[in-house]
Every structure is written in structure tokens, then in C-alpha cells.
């Protein structure tokens, strides 16, 4: 391990020589962030792996070596943590003794990590120590980690290891900065989540270079503006045109974050574009045909019908200039009427009257950015945008690499007024040479009744499901008759504990069985790139459901219709987020991709409606917002009441933890309408931060 010192000269070597290779239209293009040198931070972030849930039994696999009581664990050792939810007393099963762990232990890392069968990864390892505490009724399973390391875990989820180097050393630094910023107002549990309600992270995945390399040559890099972190929102692609937090979010902060036009994302073939061509000699044929028919009957009268095109206009934006947030489409036409001939401009409304019904919808909160163009005769009518377009977008610092821009400058274009900093970020102190195993057993006390330990199982293998299409189902049995436990999705990962020539035992989110050996890949298998999951975030609108069916899976097709391709398999009881409810199909999203399921198989869950306000603040004065937002809690006390009424004198409801995350679905000028653990009451505004949405 290098002393710190050392570590902070050689990214200073890294950073200058960076600047000595400027491409050379650097002069003129995008501000550079400049560089300045700060101090010491902890370099250790608590991660809570929410992706588990409030599991009841754990496995892990050593990747390295680990203590616990004076025990060492060795390399390739199994074990069980166990939690008792209604004793709240946790167990750890090593080696065929099982050992009484009260409510809170932790294992220590001395090399290497820890592997998690119930993971979103289970092959990953996470390489840090890992804590296990006991709240309420709740596990809370926190990996202790160096920020660096953390990184390595999250560009392959957030940009990907294909992106260029200069694109992945700005997502680098704007991940950087959101977790340092996290750690300012951490609970007393962990600093942030692994889930996109924070950033994306399953321990460290082998491989993916390029993301190592650009966490590496950025490596204690944050952005600040003024004397606060910088609020470093990204986005998929931003459409064209940034956009603020208060359009965004109905919030204020942030104000460095404006609008402004992104030429960048606008010119990378790879962003998001849905589009819908007009004939303008003849209207009458393609998605618009009806459309513009229907309306002309409206505007102009029962029978009339459009016969050429003459101009396609967007205006009338959402929000205040230079937005292009437009919500109208002005058609100026010919059109003809018991036999007579005439010209006039009809109005559609862009989101209520033509988003849906052209197919032009990509996000659930209808925030595209619609353009039209005129080729020949033909109007090429856009819509653009994937994801909440605040920051920097993911699209737009893909192109900038791509156009030779260094990481600097696209901080510095998406980021306005921003100023690196170097921070020097203190390092896990590794021993000089790591402890070997004990040669005798430890004696451990072990609490009566004594408790028969299983067998201590080796290391699982990974496999990934390789079917032609569809899901694979695992079954309580080695045969194709035996019952349905639950069905596993295309390309997932899951442990072969038993491999057979024609049946393999297998666990799949914690639930084990048999699966059919010859659908199985013991290398990862080339794929289909997914959407990005951060586009479609459950908190970004929508109404949350359950998949409900008899048995086995819902499938989650590419078009509202049985015979549309199988995008995926959705487990019995997963979570999905209704964004269009049909009678028959619904719109949904599920784990980032967009399909439609059959809506009888799709039970909604319900939440506790807010109580009326006292009269110190009536409702009227409390703006709903377009949807729900998160926010975390930040108060200097350990926790915010969630009051009654919009008045310290209301009934208590209960305490939100400090650092915690509650939905917002209302706001005022002091207190907001707030949803946590589906109690719905008000908070202080003074006391939430909002969060990042990805």
C-alpha cells in the first residue's frame, strides 16, 4: 500500500501530464475546471446493500481473508449469517460450529473480499469489511469500503467499460463527488445505498479496465462550486438541452446547474431518438393520417380533410425561454370541405394528444424535447431526452471523448463554474503480512441447545442462463414434472451448487433447485445492451405493483399484444412500476427495461393517503409536484418528525432517521407532504435534501 504522501504525488504527476497532452482545439473549446489541491478526507464509505433487502440467511465465500472474533477465514471458506427477526439475534455458521452473534458483528477484512450469494452479482466480490447490524426488525448488511474501490464497482453499472476513457474519468469524478458529498451527512448506519436511489454498485466485477483506469487517473479528484460539493446529477441523455433542478424536481439549489444547449449529445448517433414522418403532398398515409383528419374535423368541420402540409411548428414551451421544453405542434394545412378548398393552422397538444398514440414516449415523466425538420417534402417530426436531463449527460461526455475533449473539460461544460479539487484520501492500513489460519480449532462457546450445523458447502460456481428465449425454470426436483419454484430471466446470473449432466442444482435469489443443465453458460454470454436503467427510475413516477400470477412468471413483451416478442420473465411477486394502466396491457417497467404485461397479473400497491394539513398552512398552498421525489433526510439531529399537520404543534407520526430517504409528493414554502414506510404526513422543508436521480 502507498503512504499517502506518495499516493498524492503521483496523481499530481498523472494530472499535470494529462494537461501537457491537451487535443489542440482545446483553446477554444469547452471551459477546463481547474485543478486546486485540498486536504485529508476519510477514504472509507458505508455502503448498506438495500439490493438484499431485510434478508433472514446469508452465504458468503471468502475471496481472500477475513477475521471475526479472532478467528481467522481463509481463502475459499463458506459462511452462513443467519438472522432471527423476532428475536433480533444474529448466528454465523463456520466450519460446523454455529456461533451466537447478538445483534451486531462484523467481519474483518485483512485481503481480498467477500462474495454474496443473494447478491445482484453473486460472482462479485466486495472488498472491504462488512458489518452486520441489527435495527427494529431490520438487517442492515453494510460493506465498509475505500472510495476508490467503490468507484471500480460502479462505472461498469453507471457508463460502462466500452465508453471512451475521457467520458469514463468524468462519470469517475462525478460519482467521486456524490459519495464524499454523502458522507458529509451520513446516518449512523451507513453513508449511501447500492441501489440507483444513490448509485448503482455490486461489489467489483472483473475485468472492465477502462473503468479502473479512469478511477485510477482521477483517483481523489471532486468538483466543487463555491465551497460545497458540486451537485453532480447525470443523465442519459439529455435531448439536446440541459436542464435545472426547479424545472426538473420543483425544487430550488443548485442554481450553477441552468439550461443551456448540449451540441454534444445532439450529435451522438448512439443517444435516444423516436421519430414520425409527414408527407407534405400527401398527409393522408402514415401515423399521422388519422390524426390530422381528426382534428381538422374539430378545427374546421364535420368532413374536412387535409391535403397537403405546408409547416410543422413546435412552440410554447414549458417552462421559461431558452427552454425547448415545447407542449404544442401548430400543423399549418390545405384541406378541403364540402368541395371547397381552404388553408388553416391546427393545434395539437404534444404530450396529452400525440406522445402516445405516435409511439414517441421515452420517459414516464413526458419531458422530451420535440423538434421538427424539413427534408424535401417530408417534415421529420423528433422527440428526444432519456432520463431527467439535469448534469451531465452520459451521451453528450461520450461524444466530447469521442471528439478528443479531456474529462476537465466536459466537467467544466456540464458542470458551470466548477473547480476540481484533489483530495487526499486516507487509506485502509493493510498489516505488513497477513495473519495465517490457526492450525488448531478455536474453541467458541457454543450457546445451548446446541444447534446442528450443516454441512460446510464449497464455493459455488457461476453460471448465466443461455436460453433461446424466454426464462428458465428452476424446479423442486430433477425433472421437467416437478413444481415451478420460480422462473429465472434470460442472461441472469445464478450459483450452481451442483452440477449434473442433465440437472444442476442451483440457487437463484436466495431460492434453491434444479434447473436444466444445457440452458446453462459458464461464460458470460454475449447479450443485447439493456437500456439504462436510469432512465426509468420507480421514484420518477408511476405506480408500484406486484406481479400477482398463479404460478411461475409474468412475461414482459415488447408490444401490448401475446404475440410480441418476450423482452423478459418477471418473477411472481416482483416489484414493477405501472407508468400507462390498460384494461387489457399496461405500460411498465421492470429492473430498467420498458414492456407491456398483461394488467390481470399486475395487483397495485396501495399507500396511505395524506392527512388534511392543519389550518396553520391550508393545502391550497402546497404545491403537488408532476411526481413524487425522494429526499434525504439532513437533519443535525439524529431524527425528523413526521408531523400530522404543517405545525410543530401537530401529533408526531413517528421519526424519519437521519440520512434516510421519504418520498415527497407535495411542497411549500416551510414544509412538505412526505411518504415514509407508507406514512404520510409533513416534514420541514429545511430539514430534506433532495436526491440524485440517475
Not at 297 to 308: D, H, L, R
Amino acid at each position: 500500500m502507498y503512504k499517502r504522501g506518495m499516493t498524492l504525488l503521483i496523481v499530481i504527476g498523472m494530472l499535470i501530464s494529462n494537461i501537457a497532452f491537451f487535443p489542440a482545439h482545446a483553446e477554444t473549446g469547452p471551459r477546463s475546471a481547474p485543478l486546486n489541491i485540498g486536504g485529508s478526507q476519510s477514504g472509507i464509505v458505508r455502503v448498506r446493500l438495500s439490493s438484499l433487502g431485510n434478508p433472514s440467511s446469508l452465504k458468503l465465500t471468502v475471496s481472500g481473508s477475513y477475521t471475526v472474533n479472532g478467528q481467522t477465514l481463509s481463502n475459499g471458506t463458506t459462511a452462513a449469517v443467519s438472522f432471527n427477526k423476532s428475536a433480533g439475534q444474529l448466528t454465523l455458521t463456520v466450519g460446523g460450529s454455529v456461533i451466537s452473534m447478538g445483534s451486531s458483528f462484523r467481519l474483518t477484512r485483512q485481503s481480498g473480499g467477500l462474495k454474496i450469494a443473494q447478491s445482484r452479482a453473486p460472482g462479485n466480490v466486495y472488498p472491504g469489511d462488512m458489518q452486520f447490524t441489527v435495527k427494529g426488525s431490520t438487517l442492515y448488511v453494510v460493506a465498509n469500503v475505500f472510495i476508490e474501490d467503490y468507484l471500480y464497482g460502479v462505472l461498469p453499472y453507471e457508463m460502462g467499460n466500452s465508453s471512451g476513457l475521457e467520458a469514463l474519468k468524468a462519470q469517475a469524478v462525478a460519482a467521486r463527488t456524490y459519495t464524499l458529498n454523502a458522507m458529509k451527512s451520513a446516518s449512523s448506519l451507513y453513508d449511501l445505498v447500492d441501489t440507483t436511489t444513490d448509485q448503482v454498485y455490486n461489489g467489483t466485477p472483473s475485468g472492465n479496465e477502462n473503468c479502473r483506469r479512469a478511477v485510477d487517473e482521477t483517483r481523489g479528484v471532486a468538483v466543487k462550486n463555491g465551497n460545497e460539493y458540486t451537485a453532480t446529477y447525470y443523465t442519459a441523455s439529455n435531448g439536446g438541452q440541459t436542464e435545472t433542478v426547479k424545472n426538473a424536481w420543483n425544487v430550488s439549489g443548485a442554481d450553477y446547474l441552468v439550461i443551456q444547449d448540449d451540441p454534444y449529445d445532439l450529435s451522438n448517433p448512439e443517444a435516444v431518438v423516436k421519430s414520425v414522418r409527414v408527407n407534405a403532398d400527401n398527409p393522408q398515409s402514415g401515423k399521422m393520417g388519422s390524426l390530422l383528419n381528426k382534428k381538422a374535423a374539430e378545427a374546421f368541420g364535420s368532413g374536412a380533410a387535409v391535403t397537403a402540409v405546408y409547416a410543422v411548428t413546435p412552440h410554447t414551451p414549458r417552462y421559461v425561454y431558452p427552454s425547448r421544453l415545447y407542449t404544442k405542434l401548430d400543423f399549418e394545412v390545405a384541406y378541403t370541405l364540402n368541395g371547397q378548398s381552404a388553408t388553416g393552422i391546427m393545434t395539437f397538444d404534444i404530450f396529452s394528444e400525440l406522445e402516445s398514440v405516435l409511439g414517441m414516449s421515452i420517459n414516464t415523466g413526458k419531458n422530451e424535447l420535440w423538434s421538427v425538420t424539413q427534408s424535401g417534402d417530408t417534415f421529420v417530426i423528433a422527440a428526444r431526452r432519456y432520463g431527467h436531463g439535469v448534469g451531465m449527460s452520459q451521451r453528450g461526455a461520450m461524444q466530447m471523448a469521442n471528439m478528443g475533449y479531456t474529462y476537465d473539460q466536459i466537467l467544466g461544460f456540464y458542470y458551470p463554474g466548477c473547480v476540481r479539487v484533489l483530495y487526499t484520501l486516507d487509506l485502509p492500513i493493510e498489516p505488513a503480512e497477513a495473519p495465517q489460519p490457526t492450525q488448531a480449532p478455536v474453541s467458541i462457546e457454543t450457546p445451548a441447545p446446541v444447534v446442528a450445523a450443516p454441512p460446510v458447502q464449497m464455493p459455488a460456481v457461476i453460471a448465466w442462463v443461455c436460453t433461446e428465449n424466454g426464462s428458465l425454470n428452476l424446479r423442486t426436483a430433477p425433472n421437467g414434472s416437478a413444481k415451478v419454484i420460480r422462473t429465472i430471466p434470460r442472461f441472469a446470473q445464478l450459483s450452481v451448487l451442483e452440477q449434473g449432466d442433465s440437472w444442476s442444482k442451483a440457487s437463484f435469489g436466495g431460492t434453491e433447485g434444479y434447473v436444466m443443465t444445457k440452458y446453462l453458460s459458464f461464460t458470460e454470454p454475449a447479450q443485447p445492451t439493456p437500456p439504462p436503467t436510469t432512465a426509468f427510475p420507480a421514484s420518477e413516477g408511476g405506480v408500484s405493483a406486484r406481479v400477482t400470477t398463479e404460478k411461475g412468471s409474468l412475461n414482459l413483451r415488447q408490444a401490448p399484444k401475446s404475440s410480441a416478442k418476450v423482452l423478459c420473465a418477471i418473477p411472481q411477486n416482483d416489484q414493477v412500476v405501472i407508468i400507462e394502466p390498460g384494461e387489457t396491457w399496461s405500460k411498465i417497467v421492470y429492473e430498467g427495461i420498458q414492456g407491456y404485461a398483461m394488467t390481470k397479473f399486475l395487483t397495485a400497491e396501495t399507500r396511505t393517503a395524506p392527512p388534511s394539513p392543519s389550518s396553520s398552512l391550508p393545502m391550497e398552498q402546497m404545491q403537488a409536484l408532476a411526481m413524487p421525489v425522494l429526499a434525504r433526510v439532513n437533519t443535525p439531529l439524529s431524527t425528523l418528525n413526521l408531523r400530522e399537520g404543517c405545525s410543530t404543534d401537530t401529533r408526531i407520526l413517528l421519526e424519519i432517521p437521519r440520512n434516510e430517504y421519504a418520498t415527497i409528493t407535495a411542497i411549500g414554502d416551510t414544509w412538505c407532504a412526505v411518504t415514509y414506510q407508507e406514512v404520510s404526513g409533513y416534514c420541514m422543508m429545511q430539514y430534506l435534501e433532495f436526491a440524485l436521480y440517475e
